[in-house]
């Protein structure tokens, strides 16, 4: 459907899926997505020109609803006829018919049944179950639950997301009725993924209980690495902090953590599976041995049944 060689996405990460990043992934097989973020339409236009430079492999545009500019954003990739726009922390509904008309593919990040329905019936080529092992802002389920549960609400194309890091998690992923995945905190470690040496350290370095999910009292739960930022944003949570201040308190940190490797003031999201991470190599290496570690093991399965 897409014309890509493996069935691996790139997450859009905010601030740091840029377009080499991406165009590093999609050289490299896979689908290499643009976060936008909170970003302007200017810098996402940027982007999608520095990305066409080194690659003319399909590669996909990461809308963030809840984003200030998503609707100028929305505009831009309909102009530049964006082979795949994916969405995140929001409802997709009102830049369907934009982006369908433009000819892009839209595939939604959906963390429940109800909106796996819904943009099904808009015209979604696929959609990206994504459980709240991932890092980012997080939904209710766990991905061994909602890829299941969404692959029998929805005709189309499910795309598991969440807590996959390797060819394990990804074989698992297959056996639960998804036909691709989507990883976002595997490829920190990828050479090509600009973001600060601290933050590529703090997740290579990464154990089981790195991460903790904070923001659920404001009705945006955020997973990230549990550093002194994290810790007091959990303390101001609930300890009773106004929400104006609460809000203020998260301004600018993904920017400081992502730029400056602020290890003190920065937000540095990540999902569970930094503990998985061991070490930084190319975009296209993560990408192809996945897929290279779950062929044996999807079939090897067949031993548990024998
Ligand atoms: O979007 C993400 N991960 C993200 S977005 C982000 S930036 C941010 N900054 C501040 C606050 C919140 C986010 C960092 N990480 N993942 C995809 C995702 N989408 N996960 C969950 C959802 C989601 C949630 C609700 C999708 C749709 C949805 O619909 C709610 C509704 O009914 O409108």
Redesign the pocket.
């Known amino acids: 459907m897409l014309g890509i060689r493996y069935p691996v996405f790139q ?1 859009g ?2 601030w740091i899926a840029d377009g080499k990043l991406a165009a590093a992934v999609s050289e490299g097989g896979g689908l290499g997505i643009i976060g936008a ?2 970003a302007p339409a200017s810098y996402v236009r940027e982007q999608i020109k520095t990305l066409r430079t080194l690659t003319s492999q399909p590669f996909g545009v ?1 809308v ?4 200030p500019f998503a609707d100028e954003v929305a505009q831009v990739i309909a102009e530049e006829h964006v082979p795949v726009v994916t ?5 997709p509904s009102k830049y369907m018919k934009l982006w369908l008309d433009a000819g892009c593919k839209v595939i ?5 049944v ?2 796996a329905k819904l943009v099904t019936r808009l015209g979604a080529s696929a959609v ?1 179950a ?1 459980g709240g092992e ?6 209710e389920l766990t991905t061994m639950v909602l890829v299941p549960l969404i692959r029998d609400a929805t005709s189309v194309p499910v795309i598991a ?1 969440g807590g996959i890091a390797d060819g394990r998690g990804a074989a698992a992923a297959f056996m639960l009725g998804a036909c691709g995945i989507q990883m976002g905190t595997r490829f920190l470690s990828a050479e090509e993924c600009g973001i600060h040496p601290n933050y590529k350290e703090k997740i290579v370095g990464a154990n089981d209980l790195c991460t903790m999910v904070t ?1 659920k009292r404001l009705g ?1 739960p ?1 997973r990230s690495l549990r550093t002194q930022f994290a810790r007091n944003y959990w303390n101001a949570e609930y300890g009773g902090m106004p929400d104006d201040e609460l809000e203020n308190l ?1 301004v600018g940190a ?1 920017r400081l953590a992502v730029q400056e490797g602020d290890l003190k003031n920065g937000c540095f ?1 990540s999902g569970q599976v930094a503990a998985m991470v061991k070490k930084i190599e190319p975009a296209a290496d993560i990408v192809r041995s996945v897929m290279e570690e779950a062929e044996p093991l999807l079939r090897g399965a067949e031993k548990w049944v024998k």
């Open positions: 997450g990460m905010a973020g909170n990461n963030m609803l809840l984003s969405t995140g922390a929001g409802n939604p990040i959906v963390p429940s109800a909106m990206i994504e991932s890092g980012g802002h997080v939904g997301a923001g945006h955020v998260a993904l999201l």
